[in-house]
């Protein structure tokens, strides 16, 4: 089945990319304008199914285009996961012209850290002191505004 992946933002189907991260763990019902607000502010690569015209994945990157990459939301719809899609929207990010300086590229995932160690990915040492700070839900999940 070919499947075309591309950072054009003009092809971003916000409906089809909202459904499809507000159904990850790290984002469930995340509202569509905190979707569309990210999708603004990142570098997005999206996988099309060339047959339908449907989005089925996602990966967006969060960078100041010169040093720093947050990879985040990497997700392929249920119904067309195995066959490299994600893989392929990586490598499409990896090779973006923006983000050819990046010297430090990071992300945070409990169920794929095999497939991001193909890409060179390592977890951190404990002595690294990586530091977070929550935001309140009810600022970006539906249901809670």
């Known amino acids: 089945m070919p499947i075309t992946i ?4 003009t092809r971003h189907d916000l409906d089809a990319i909202h459904r499809i991260v507000a159904g990850t763990y ?14 603004r502010n990142s570098i997005t690569a999206v996988a099309i199914d060339d047959a339908t015209g449907t989005t089925i994945g996602i990966a967006r990157v969060v960078t100041d ?17 195995g066959q490299g899609i994600s893989r392929r929207l990586i ?13 430090r590229w ?3 995932t409990r169920d794929a850290e095999g497939l991001y160690e193909k890409f060179g990915y390592r977890r951190l040492p404990p002595e690294r002191k990586w530091m977070e700070k929550p935001c309140p839900k009810e ?3 539906a249901g809670n505004a």
Do not use: G, K, M, Y
């Open 91 to 103: 490598e499409e990010l990896e090779r973006h012209p923006s983000l050819q300086t990046v010297r």
């Open 65 to 81: 285009r010169a040093t720093f990459a947050w990879l985040c939301d990497v997700v392929v719809d249920e119904r067309f996961r």
């Open 6 to 9: 591309t950072t054009d933002p």
């Open 106 to 108: 990071a992300l945070a």
């Open 139 to 141: 600022r970006w999940q």
């Open 26 to 39: 790290w984002s469930p019902n995340i509202r569509r304008e905190v979707v569309a607000e990210a999708l």
